[in-house]
């Protein structure tokens, strides 16, 4: 059901408490216990409300979920999306834990990874997930395995952390992977196979290096700023290519 919590102390369940609609935490105290919140059902919008922190957080179903624009919300474990169309919009999703996919997107909301331990990102094996807002802020020995099949769009932010791309052969559009795209990344960092569709706006820092360990493939899309060291094949299937 819908669950508004205001100027009280509240312990959750160690359980699963599922949210059909309406989520809201404005003061008060809540602990999260261990449990896992479950955004569930098809019926469309959803709100979450507030700044917070949960445990195990589960996206499932159609719907699409709002959160404030001010509003993070703060994953000590998993994050899970499960569904066709299961989405996030506007907001922060901190994520201490894994994020765990099985969409073909997210929605706009900034997804920041920060665990002080090793965390994976799992795309699908099968299509190519869209995300469109990454932050990597990790500490400095700390890392970040890439998994499967993904499509970035809006902002891939990395500022901190290791970013291992490679260990398990991860393969990323940069871009949307049809029709009109873009994508501006900041920080300096390796990816391993990547791909760049036609009609795409790829912006990277003035001074920031996007090492390609695998192959780069090119549809023709416009790549400006920066540099891109590639270590494996360059295949260009139209003539525009931008500066980079």
């Known amino acids: 059901g819908n669950l508004i919590i205001n100027g009280t102390n509240f312990t959750s369940t160690s359980g699963t408490v599922v949210i059909n609609k309406f989520l809201a935490i404005s003061t008060g105290n809540f602990i999260h216990n261990n449990g896992k919140f479950s955004f569930t059902i098809s019926n469309s919008p959803k709100t979450i409300s507030g700044t917070y922190t949960l445990y195990n957080v589960e996206i499932r179903g159609s719907a699409t979920h709002n959160l404030g624009t001010s509003d993070v919300v703060t994953v000590e474990n998993d994050l899970t999306f499960v569904g066709q169309a299961a989405t996030v919009n506007n907001g922060a999703m901190e994520v201490k834990g894994n994020l765990i996919i099985q969409g073909p997107k997210v929605g706009s909301t900034l997804i920041k990874f920060t665990g002080n331990n090793s965390q994976h990102f799992f795309g699908s094996t099968s299509i190519y997930t869209q995300f469109t807002n990454i932050a990597i802020v990790k500490p400095a020995n700390s890392t970040l395995f890439l998994h499967?099949?993904?499509s970035l769009l809006g902002v891939l932010n990395y500022v901190s952390g290791i970013f291992d791309a490679t260990t398990y052969n991860s393969d990323v559009i940069l871009g949307r992977t049809n029709g009109i795209g873009s994508l501006a990344i900041t920080g300096s960092f390796a990816l391993n196979n990547i791909q760049v569709p036609g009609q795409q706006t790829i912006?990277?820092?003035a001074t920031d290096v996007l090492t390609v360990e695998g192959n780069y493939t090119s549809g023709g899309s416009n790549v400006s700023g920066?540099?891109?060291?590639?270590k494996g094949d360059f295949d260009l299937n139209q003539t525009k290519n931008g500066s980079t």
């Open 148 to 150: 499967d099949k993904l």
């Open 203 to 205: 912006t990277l820092g």
């Open 226 to 230: 920066g540099k891109i060291h590639l």
